[in-house]
């Protein structure tokens, strides 16, 4: 096995400042993560040393080898009904509250980290589910960002193992077609139709025209300095439609 290639002091402060100012992604502390999660490609591509390779992705922000960087760099850890009580206020509180004034309502959320798309599918569930049992005539669609194309490749397809259905309460197995040949299962087509997989990087200007009856921003601003999480939160509330609600991480605060 090849020994790890080792960032020197000036490599190292000048990638914590680029995945920073161009990400909001502080790295301050993780020089051994950085070197471990890296130094593959680093030896893939041919560089004995980080300063090229730093130099590459600096120069191409948005190309292939910058998006492989924060693919590695970052951990996608997600599953369904992750943090269950958001989900059980979305279905008592919110959508019966927004009924009260609305028959006909258009629902929208916006997941701005959805990762691999659970968490965005596990709203769609509930949402769909509720509006159903209600009997509203509401449109409804939800929006799912992340930094990461290869994650939002997995949630644009919408097939998880079949060990996953564990998390998923059975009243809402209507919406998952399991395949026994390749244990997984498939999210159906009708919660697929109104979902909308976009990258998104979150210290960049939203392109969203409407906002959002919910936004979703769980367990990303851990990645974030405070500055950094009150801007964010900031530009979250300008989408967020008057009375609407903001979901953050349960370890988060703002």
Known sequence: MSALIKLNDREYQTFINFTKSRFGIDLEGKRELIESRLSFDLERNGYTSFTKYIE?????????????????????????????????????????EIAKRNLSYSFNIWSAASSSGQEPYTAAMVVDDAIKKL???????????????NVLTKAKAGIYPANELE??????????????????FEVSNDLKRNMNFKIQN????????????????????????????????ANI????????????????SI
Request: a neutral charge; aromatic letters at 14%.
């Open 167 to 184: 998390a998923i309460p059975s009243v809402y197995h209507q919406y998952c077609k399991v395949n026994n040949a390749n244990y997984t």
């Open 237 to 252: 509330y300008k989408t967020v439609k008057p009375g609407g609600y903001l979901y953050v991480g349960t370890t988060e």
């Open 202 to 233: 979150l210290m960049e200007p939203f392109p969203y025209k409407d906002q959002f009856d919910i936004v979703f921003c769980r367990n990303v601003m851990i990645y974030f300095d405070k500055p950094t999480r009150e801007q964010l939160i």
């Open 135 to 149: 009997r509203l005539n509401w449109t409804w669609s939800i929006i799912g960002s992340d930094i990461s194309m």
């Open 56 to 96: 590459l992705i600096m120069a191409q922000p948005n190309g292939v080898e910058c998006q492989k960087m924060l693919n590695k760099i970052t951990t996608n850890h997600t599953y369904f009904f992750r943090e269950d009580d958001h989900f059980h206020h979305l279905q008592k509180i919110v959508i019966p």
